[in-house]
């Protein structure tokens, strides 16, 4: 690739980093629950030359003049999303999940109205109301967990606190929860109390898509995600509502919060929504959510506790207290393996977020690279292995090795590896 070449002789400092994260990718594997490996198409989108271009405002109605192939572009993106989610209208300028977080709030409430929305504590955003971010900045948030006996939502919880609060805006969704989310039930809650319902779907968003996760488009006001999760596209946000929210939600994106978008990623959104409306997408989450319950079963078979005793979706949380390690030991752990995940605070954690009692892992990337149920459970069995075997430096070698080699059965980008200088 040509851009590839003059990268390299103009600045191999910076291609060497580059290089360096490909290999990267290439030789761990690849757990943290919010990321994935995208197509060489969306990466062909988002590094051409609409990166060069200026469009603020919106297809047809822009402040800035050639606007044509970009306006084509942002449709395309836009009547793919509709296709996939169904779903009235759509925005799809958000630079990330926190943006289109942001506008969408809002377009739904005053600043200092009321939020109610799942804890940060047990799974949910910093963009839900952590007081250093904007949400909790500008709204007054209220929250609410999971269950101590069940580790899951109760919905009755909910529409008690929905009840007593009187929120503008009752927002769902969850960075750290492995079960169903009952968008049906929410709607009524919010129905009930008056208030509107948000649904932040980043991490499920390939899921519903996919028809493995059951969609809140038809019953929330607004739906926000993200577009890099398992939906396997550039990093990015989108925003799909009702009809009558669109012209704020609109006003709210830009001028709002951003000012011009980024019409390559714009178009990387459009090669995702693409890729995601073909069969294959379908068959590839099914993976996903197979693969989850495999690697959870072979964790739980190594003796190691699963939140909630298990997971519906592409991640789960493991509790690594019996252990007598933290989770941020745990991702050393893995680490030193090749195994890449993140510590979490799992519910009602005594550890503070720094150090916090597990680790959450997910499943989108790894089965991009092609690895299913038969792989997850030897990986489950070299997780187990790596944790119980951190001290010993013989057993974290051997694993170590295995790891490789399983990352080396299943390339990523094989066509990338001779651009990139790496050895097959
Ligand atoms: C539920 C949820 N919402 C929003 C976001 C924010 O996305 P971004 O990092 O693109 O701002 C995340 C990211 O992890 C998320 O998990």
């Known amino acids: 690739m040509q851009s590839l070449e003059a990268l390299r002789e103009q600045d191999p400092e910076l291609f060497a980093a580059i290089a360096g994260e490909l290999q990267r990718q290439e030789t761990q594997l690849e757990l943290i629950a919010s990321e994935n490996h995208t197509s060489l198409a969306v990466m062909g989108a988002q590094g051409s030359v609409l990166t060069n271009k200026y469009a603020e405002g919106y297809p047809g109605k822009r402040y800035y003049g050639g606007c ?54 047990h799974g949910g955003h910093l963009s839900h109301g952590h007081p250093k971010n904007f949400s909790g900045l500008l709204y007054e948030f209220h929250h609410f967990g ?32 492995s079960r169903i989310l009952d968008f049906p039930r929410f709607a009524e809650i919010a129905s009930e109390v008056g208030a509107k319902l948000m649904v932040d779907m980043a991490h499920i968003a390939g899921l519903v898509a996919g028809g493995v996760h059951p969609s809140p488009v038809p019953h929330a006001d607004i739906v926000t995600f993200t577009t890099h999760k398992t939906l396997r596209g550039p990093r990015g946000g989108a925003i799909l509502c009702r009809k009558e929210h669109f012209p704020l939600v609109q006003s709210r994106v830009f001028p709002g919060t951003q000012g011009g978008p980024l019409m390559h990623v714009i178009a990387a959104k459009a090669a995702a929504f693409g890729e995601a409306l073909r069969p294959e997408f379908r068959s590839y989450q099914e993976h996903v959510v197979r693969n989850a319950r495999a690697l959870a079963e072979e964790l739980q078979a190594g003796g190691l506790r699963i939140v909630s005793g298990g997971t519906d ?19 050393d752990a893995l680490h030193h393996v090749g ?10 954690d005594p550890q503070p977020a720094t150090k916090a009692s597990g680790v959450r892992i997910g499943t989108p990337a790894i089965t991009t690279r092609g690895l299913r149920e038969v792989e997850l459970r030897r990986l489950g ?39 990139y200088g790496l050895r097959d």
């Open 381 to 419: 069995k070299l997780i187990v292995r790596a944790l119980k075997g951190r001290s010993d430096a013989a057993e974290v070698q051997r694993v170590g090795a295995e790891v490789a080699e399983l990352a080396g059965s299943f390339p990523v980008y094989p066509s990338l590896h001779r651009d």
């Open 68 to 121: 044509e192939f970009v306006d084509k572009a942002e449709e395309l993106a836009k009547a793919r999303v509709l296709e996939l989610f169904g779903g009235e209208r759509a925005n799809v300028q958000p630079h990330s999940g926190t943006q289109a977080n942001m506008a969408a709030l809002m377009a739904l409430a005053e600043p200092h109205s009321r939020v109610l929305a799942m804890s940060l504590d």
């Open 146 to 177: 999971v269950e101590p006996e069940t580790e899951r939502i109760d919905t009755a919880r909910v529409a008690a606190m929905a009840r007593e609060l009187k929120p503008a805006v009752l927002l769902i969704g969850a960075s750290a929860y």
């Open 313 to 331: 979706t592409h991640l789960m949380l493991v509790d690594l207290r019996s252990l007598g390690m933290t989770g941020s030991e745990g991702e």
């Open 339 to 348: 195994i890449t995940v993140n510590k979490n605070l799992i519910p009602f």
